[in-house]
């Protein structure tokens, strides 16, 4: 068996895992890493880029590491690999917890039940829940839906498909450690740097896979395409701009606008705010909806990618 069908089996077999299984209630991977992740702060925390960029390099590093000693470990056995490739998939791909998370804060919607809406909106992103009421709240789910698609699910399979086992372990570390440290607190602003600007390479092909996907598989292709165009460049973040403006214009939705983090309040741009409409509660699910169809493409797109460029490769020498 070669290795980009290794790599193909084992990464559809990770992420069927995934959408059957979830993430477990305890002893998750990436919260094994985020514990260590966060020793290492304790250790070389100062408030100074330097030792923000040593953090990262040696968590991220790390990961790449064990990646690759994984990887030889099991290469001469295809069946390992195979194994080996859907155990890292499903541990860095998190899209049932997302549709779990988002579909819970909507079920609470629909019952009037703000307040457990509320508790429930921090397991998705990092706004004051208590600022926002119930259309703020749906707003923040399809916006957290729209992001994490790219973080949670695309983003990964870029990288796996790019470099294997190590791609999948490094693309999680960095972006674990940007939503650690890489947020602009007094604290972190440049101790956190290193871990935010790496986040932003790392996610970019990720972001702009995810926006064409969501374009495609979307109930409207050419609001898509608008609000990607027009907007995506409004966002402060390169990546969550056209994922998020693209998102807007395929459900046909404003989302941006006024939010709260950590008791800042940020005025960013409105995306799709010439042809869209506020959200509503059920835009929650048609949201998760189209995030499930952009996972399954990007499968699809990142192996045959894989494999073409692997075939190319091979002719040309």
């Known amino acids: 068996m070669g290795a980009d069908r290794s790599y193909a089996y084992g990464a559809a077999a990770g992420l069927l895992g995934d959408l059957l299984l979830g993430d477990p209630r305890r002893g998750h991977p990436v919260a094994v890493f985020g514990r260590a992740a966060g020793a290492m702060e304790g250790a070389l925390w100062h408030d100074h880029r330097g030792w923000g960029a040593l953090h990262t390099a040696v968590c991220a590093g790390g990961a790449v590491a064990l990646g690759v000693v994984a990887e030889r470990a099991v290469r001469?056995?295809?069946a390992a690999t195979v194994a080996l490739t859907?155990?890292?998939?499903?541990?860095v791909v998190g899209g049932t917890s997302l549709a779990r998370e988002a579909r819970a804060v909507g079920h609470a919607l629909r019952a009037g039940d703000v307040a457990t809406a509320r508790a429930r909106l921090p397991h998705l992103c990092g706004r004051d829940p208590q600022a926002l009421d119930a259309d703020g709240i749906a707003r923040a789910v399809v916006e957290s839906v729209a992001e994490n698609t790219s973080d949670a699910v695309v983003g990964a399979l870029v990288w796996g498909a790019v470099g294997g086992v190590p791609g999948l372990l490094g693309f999680r570390a960095v972006n674990?450690?940007?939503a650690m440290v890489g947020h602009k607190s007094p604290r972190l602003r440049r101790y956190g740097w290193a871990s935010a600007r790496l986040d932003d390479v790392a996610g970019w092909p990720g972001a702009r896979l995810t926006a064409v996907l969501a374009t495609l598989a979307g109930p409207d292709p050419r609001g898509a395409v608008r609000a990607w165009r027009a907007d995506a460049d409004r966002h402060p973040s390169p990546n969550a701009g056209p994922v998020e403006a693209s998102f807007a214009g395929a459900l046909g939705v404003r989302l941006g606008g006024t939010l709260s983090y950590g008791g800042r309040v940020e005025h960013r741009p409105v995306l799709n705010g010439a042809a869209g409409r506020p959200v509503q509660v059920t835009d929650i699910?048609?949201?998760?909806?189209?995030?499930?169809?952009?996972?399954?493409?990007a499968l699809g797109t990142t192996v045959a990618a894989r494999v073409l460029l692997k075939n190319l490769k091979g002719r040309g020498k």
Request: charged share 30%; no cysteine.
């Open 285 to 297: 699910d048609r949201a998760v909806r189209l995030s499930r169809r952009v996972g399954l493409l």
């Open 76 to 78: 001469r056995s295809p």
């Open 86 to 91: 859907a155990a890292a998939t499903w541990a």
């Open 176 to 178: 674990t450690l940007d």
